[in-house]
């Protein structure tokens, strides 16, 4: 990463010292929301994720735009590193009273990057947000915080209704994680819609530091 600019040098160490000091227990919950790797095969993959092995927390996972060693579920969640480590693609983990659902998403109605192509894959990604909260259903109970990680910003600047928006505030979402996003300065860090918090975790965002969710 270092060949976007000086705020980039040593990124990952700066990560890592800032995780020891946040997560003291393997009973804390870690969320992740893509982009993790630049590895194109799952080896590739596997090899950065083993840098997160000895870091305390349950590390629970997305894929980003730019995980191209993510390539079938199966296999992926066969080779984790070890049993702290959750990979959601179109479905949901419990851990305790909090659960975590999550897709990739892509761009909305109004980014910069979006045209007509765009349509069918934005569509797609929130049918695949509606399977996510089907398999809420099955484990949700009185009580339970719901939490719903997407990489792309799940909306924009021109249009702060999106179909990915309307899916949270239906099946009562308490918070929304997203990254992706890095030049823009359009984006809050967080940002209440509708009763839902939503919460940017870019990592040269939030200056390469963990952030308190719930």
Not at 81 to 100: A, R, S
């Amino acid at each position: 990463m270092d060949v976007f600019g000086k705020g980039w040098e040593n990124h990952f160490e700066k990560i890592k010292s800032d995780w020891q000091k946040k997560v003291l227990s393997d009973e804390d919950i870690v969320l992740i929301a893509g982009d993790v790797s630049w590895g194109t095969t799952l080896e590739e993959g596997l090899y950065d994720l083993d840098s997160l092995k000895d870091l305390k927390g349950k590390k629970v996972f997305i894929r980003g735009n730019h995980d191209f060693w993510w390539n079938g579920i199966t296999k992926l969640r066969q080779a984790a590193p070890d049993e702290n480590f959750y990979f959601l693609q179109n479905d949901c983990v419990k851990l305790g009273n909090i659960i975590i659902c999550g897709s990739r998403g892509w761009t909305c109605p109004g980014s910069s990057d979006y045209s007509d192509t765009d349509e069918k894959l934005y569509k797609r990604e929130a049918e695949r947000f509606k399977l996510c909260f089907k398999e809420v259903e099955k484990v949700r109970e009185e009580g339970d915080k719901l939490i719903a990680m997407i990489h792309y910003p799940p909306f924009s600047r021109t249009v702060p209704a999106t179909e990915f928006t309307s899916l949270f505030e239906q099946f009562k979402v308490d918070k929304v994680v997203f990254g992706h996003i890095h030049g823009e300065t359009f984006f809050p860090f967080r940002t209440v819609k509708n009763g839902i918090e939503y919460i940017l975790t870019s990592c040269d965002k939030v200056d390469f530091t963990l952030q308190k969710i719930i």
